[in-house]
Every structure is written in C-alpha cells, then in structure tokens.
C-alpha cells in the first residue's frame, strides 16, 4: 500500500512537471491569460489523473511474442523444491518506509501552514469592519496586509481609505471575485499540500497567483480612463505585507512584472497555433507516467528468491490454483496480479488487483490457468465482469493463504515482498489442453469429458438420471453442483450400461438430490415378492450374494432410480428400479 502511493506520488510529480516546462517555455509570455488559466489548472488535475487510469489494454504486447511462463497444464509436481529451499542472505533496508514517513511529516505541516492562514485571514476578517466602497462590500482592518481577497470577501486596510487611491484596486479585486480565481487558488493550495517535495507545486501556485494578476489587471485596464494611472497607484503601494494562502493579495513582489505585462504588444492571434502543443505535452505526460510506468512494473525489481525456492513456490501455486467454474462458464478471462509480504508463514500485507501498474514488488514467472472456452449456447453469464473479478480476486486470495504456509527460507524471521502473476485463460480448443488433470478451469466439461474428446470417443455422458449429448452436458455441468462425481473408460461401462457404454462412462448427481437413507429402510419400501432393484456403487453392479454381507443398517444408500428411468440407463436388469450405494458396512 505505501510502495503504491509512493509510486503515485511520483508519476503525480513527473506529470506536473512536464506540463509546467510546457506551459514555461511556450506561453507564459503571451497575453492569452484565459488559455494561460486553463493550461495552469489542467497542470494541477491531470498528472492526479492520469496515473490512475489502466491503459494496459493498450499497450499489452502482441500475443505472437514468446513469453516466459508456466502453464499449469504442463505442471509436474516437485515438492522437493519446497522442502529443500537455500537460505540467501537479503539484507533490505525499508527506504520506502523512511520516505514515506518524511512524506506524511512535510504533508501534515503544509497542511497546518494552510490552516494557520486561513485562520489568520478569517480572524481579520470577524474583527474587521464591514462597509461598502463605491457599491462593493468590503471588510476594513488595522492590521498591517496589503489589499487581498479571499473567496468572496475584500479586506481592505485603513490607511488605503485615508489615502483616497483605492478604486482601481477595488476594481483589481473584485475582478479576482468576478472570476472566481480562489478556486484555482485552492487547487494550487491542496495539490501544494499533496505535492509540498515537488518544485513544480511551488511554481504552479506562483504561475496561477501571476496568472490571475494578469487577468484581473486586464479586466481594470478596460475600465478605466488611463491604464497609466492605475499603474501608478500600483507603485504607489509601498506597503509589502505577508502573503497569505487562498487569498489574492494585493502582492508588491510582481508589480513591476505585472506592469511589463499590461504595457506588453499583445500577442498576434497566429501564437495560437502553438495552442496544438498541450496535445503532444498530453501524449507525453500519457508516454512518461503510464506507458512508461507499464514497461517497469510490468515485472519491478529482481527477484527476492533464489533460483529453487521461486521454483517451489511457482510449482505449489500451479498445483492449488484453480480457474473458478462460474468465472470460466461466464467466459471471462483476466489476469491478476496477487502482491503479498510474507513473513515467517504470516501474510502482512496482501494486495490483490489486475493492473499492471499498481504492481510494485518483484513479479516472479507468470502462471498460466486454461480453460475451455464455453460455447454461445452453454455461456452462462449472471454477473457483471466487475462481479467476476472479485471471483478471480478471491481465489488470488485463497491461493495467497496457501503459499504463505510453505517452507521458504527467504521469509524466515524476515519481511519478503513479491507478487505471483496469475493469467487466466480460455481457449477453444480442447487438443489445446495438454495434461487433463491439471486443467482445472474447464468446469463445463469434467476431466472425462475432456479426454474422451481428444481420444475421438463417444461415452455415456449422465446426470443424475438422464443421459445427455455431449453438448447439453457441458450445458448442465456448468449448472450442476456436484454431490457425486464418477467415470470409467470401458471396463465398468459395459458391466454398467451395456454396448452403450462401451467407451466409458461419465456420472454426475447433484449435491441436492443425495440421500441419506439406510439400505435397510429402502429395501422395506421397494422389494416386493423378491423383486430386487438393481444395486451398483456407480462402479460395479453389487449381487444379491454380496448385498446379503452388508449391515443394512449402516450401510447408506445415496441416489435412487424409478423403473423407468432405470430400465433406459441400464436395460432390464433394472426394471425394478437402481438404487446406488454409497457407504457400505459388512456384517460383524
């Protein structure tokens, strides 16, 4: 968290510098102080912006490259990497954590600076008197400011009354009011705070303050009979006075600039095509703090592991991770960036977004997840992609708790940061699918499934009760909450199901329709004149001889077939009925 807004701190100083050397070296001499105004202020709100914005869209590269990562369907398991991680010496001093302590110092006392004068300008401004000046209401103090505005309000000192050359600089300040230049004032004065290490701040608020001079005097100008008059009542002001935050004093320091200004040709309108230039110092500012940002924290440092713990540690996550089976049945894919600080098998900090941006630990190899690309017919989206995010998040989450409890050396009795790339990805093609038992965010299609496409063979596919096409499988498997899962190749098909079954067999029975029901109890409901259903542990077909050794008491019985029903999964050998056992006990 503190390394990110470090990080946001510093694109936020890059940005404004950029639009300040731009504004300084291009139009701070022209007499365009509207455009000026907007230039200032877009300087202040943009670099706050701007590096908040994901273009990593944008600027991904190109999917033909070669990338290094590792796929979890081509994962082979080597717990050894765990249990024999090398210790390596890391000797890291928290620098982040001193800056970011300096940070808060310097903001909490621009901060106190800010409240301290605007408490001072309240303060003479409740013990001033209120009067009106040519129509124009304005607040009279003894204390020695020169004339200011602050907000909405005028505070003009006494001597200036008695000296009788207040007009014009009544005009001056009711122009700031008119103009409403206090809320760019207090832009200049927040982003101050934020920024108080960043020179361009201070020179923003400068050029913003100069900048409104310029408009108000402007404004005067047109107003009165002789502009040299007014210059004069200027210079006339020899009181210099403190400069207060969020008000417009009346500033001697940039008289004589402000004279030069108003005496100054005004600039031919052909400068305005220079105007362009705030598009390519924009496409700039974009290059620097984002595109830039994306190059570097795409993978940020080096990694804090050695060659055989970050292996471990990559062969665990590829064994716990898992592609959600609502996300992937949604088709959604994204990647996920899981940051964590781990030390001695405790999660300190835990961040967990998909902008490559926001990443600011090392990134160790990517991690591949595949699944099977629903088809328009099977996709079942409900949530909104924001909504299946958090599902990718939280199992970012669950994977974070799992690597955490490892054996890794390097976070023994101290703090390690880094973060796991996980890249959830579907694809269309089941062939693409190398190893089937790590294909875990298939989820419409059961492992079985999977294989006896890529083997070109046709199994029973069973839900519940009913067999199903292969295609209005993956349909209901993506719906189903599995109570019970079983498959067979061959063998156990043909016992099972006959001929039909002869290339194996895939069971699936909703976690909603299992029964705890004791064999004794439905052997009294359903045998009758010794008619026996058929009895099977969805494996094997269990015998009258065998049934006989089982405690009918303890033994379970988990899902039930009418004779129906039965009788078209399994022939007549169930025309009274199937029932599948699911725990059996033997006799004592």
């Known amino acids: 968290m503190i390394s990110s807004l470090m990080i946001y701190l510093i694109k936020v100083s890059i940005g404004s510098i950029i639009l300040f050397l731009c504004y300084y070296l291009f139009f701070r001499r022209e007499t365009f102080y509207k455009r000026n105004r907007l230039i200032l202020v877009l300087a202040l709100i943009l670099p706050l912006i701007i590096p908040v914005l994901d273009f990593s869209e944008l600027l991904e590269p190109s999917n033909d490259y070669e990338s290094h990562f590792s796929a979890v369907q081509t994962f082979a398991v080597s717990s050894q990497y765990v249990e024999s991680g090398i210790s390596?010496?890391?000797?890291?001093?928290?620098?982040?954590?001193?800056?970011?302590?300096?940070?808060?110092?310097?903001?909490?006392?621009s901060v106190l600076k800010i409240l301290t004068g605007i408490t001072t300008v309240i303060r003479t401004i409740v013990k001033g008197e209120k009067t009106t000046l040519s129509g124009v209401e304005v607040v009279l103090t003894d204390m020695n400011?020169?004339?200011?505005?602050?907000?909405?309000?005028?505070?003009?000192?006494?001597?200036?009354?008695?000296?009788?050359?207040?007009?014009?600089?009544?005009?001056?300040?009711?122009?700031?009011?008119?103009?409403?230049?206090?809320?760019?004032?207090?832009?200049?004065?927040?982003?101050?705070?934020?920024?108080?290490?960043?020179?361009?701040a201070w020179l923003l608020r400068k050029s913003i303050a100069e900048n409104h001079e310029f408009l108000a005097d402007k404004l005067v100008a047109t107003k009165l009979s002789s502009s040299k008059r007014y210059q004069l009542s200027l210079l006339g002001l020899c009181n210099g006075g403190k400069i207060l935050p969020l008000a417009h004093n009346f500033n001697k320091r940039i008289i004589k600039k402000r004279i030069s200004m108003m005496n100054k040709v005004k600039t031919k309108s052909i400068a305005r095509i220079k105007n362009i230039l705030i598009v390519p110092a924009t496409v700039l500012l974009l290059a620097t703090i984002t595109a830039g940002s994306y190059a570097i924290m795409q993978k940020p440092g080096k990694s804090p592991f050695t060659e055989i713990s970050e292996q471990g540690i990559l062969d665990h996550v590829k064994y716990v991770t898992k592609f959600p089976k609502e996300v992937a049945m949604a088709n959604y894919q994204d990647i996920i960036y899981i940051q964590m600080k781990v030390n001695n098998n405790k999660i300190e900090e835990l961040q967990i977004f998909n902008s490559p941006e926001k990443v600011t630990a090392p990134v160790l190899d990517d991690i591949v997840i595949i699944a099977l690309e629903a088809d328009d017919d099977v996709v079942n989206k409900e949530k909104t992609d924001a909504e299946y995010r958090d599902l990718?998040?939280?199992?970012?989450?669950?994977?974070?708790?799992?690597?955490?409890?490892?054996?890794?050396?390097?976070?023994k009795d101290k703090s390690i940061e880094f973060t796991l790339k996980l890249d959830y990805r579907l694809t269309p093609n089941v062939a693409s699918i190398t190893n089937i038992s790590k294909a875990t965010g298939t989820n419409n299609m059961s492992y079985f499934a999977i294989e006896a496409a890529k083997d070109g063979r046709e199994?029973?596919?069973?839900?519940?009760?009913?067999?199903?096409?292969?295609?209005?499988?993956?349909?209901?498997?993506?719906?189903?909450?599995?109570?019970?899962?079983?498959s067979s190749k061959t063998a156990a098909?043909?016992?099972?199901?006959?001929?039909?079954?002869?290339?194996?067999?895939?069971?699936?029975?909703?976690?909603?329709?299992?029964?705890?029901?004791?064999?004794?109890?439905?052997?009294?409901?359903?045998?009758?004149?010794?008619?026996y259903p058929l009895f099977t542990n969805?494996?094997?077909?269990?015998?009258?001889?065998?049934?006989?050794?089982?405690?009918?008491?303890?033994?379970?019985i988990m899902y039930t077939i009418e004779a129906d029903k039965a009788q078209k999964l399994f022939g007549d050998k169930a025309k009274y009925g199937a029932a599948i056992i699911s725990r059996p006990f033997l006799k004592n």
Do not use: C
């Open 392 to 411: 990718l998040f939280r199992e970012g989450e669950r994977v974070a708790g799992k690597v955490s409890r490892l054996d890794i050396a390097e976070w």
């Open 88 to 109: 390596g010496t890391i000797e890291k001093i928290n620098y982040i954590g001193l800056l970011f302590s300096l940070y808060i110092i310097g903001l909490a006392l």
């Open 493 to 531: 098909g043909l016992e099972l199901f006959g001929e039909k079954g002869r290339d194996g067999y895939s069971w699936e029975i909703a976690r909603d329709k299992i029964l705890d029901l004791s064999l004794g109890e439905y052997l009294d409901r359903t045998v009758k004149n010794n008619r």
């Open 459 to 486: 199994p029973l596919f069973i839900i519940n009760d009913e067999i199903y096409s292969l295609r209005d499988y993956r349909t209901q498997f993506g719906s189903v909450r599995s109570g019970f899962s079983m």
């Open 145 to 200: 400011y020169p004339p200011y505005s602050f907000f909405t309000t005028i505070v003009f000192p006494r001597s200036l009354i008695r000296d009788g050359e207040y007009d014009s600089i009544l005009l001056h300040e009711k122009a700031h009011i008119d103009q409403r230049h206090f809320i760019d004032l207090l832009l200049a004065e927040l982003f101050l705070a934020f920024q108080w290490f960043n020179p361009a």
């Open 538 to 556: 969805a494996s094997k077909i269990i015998t009258r001889e065998e049934l006989d050794t089982y405690d009918i008491e303890k033994t379970k």
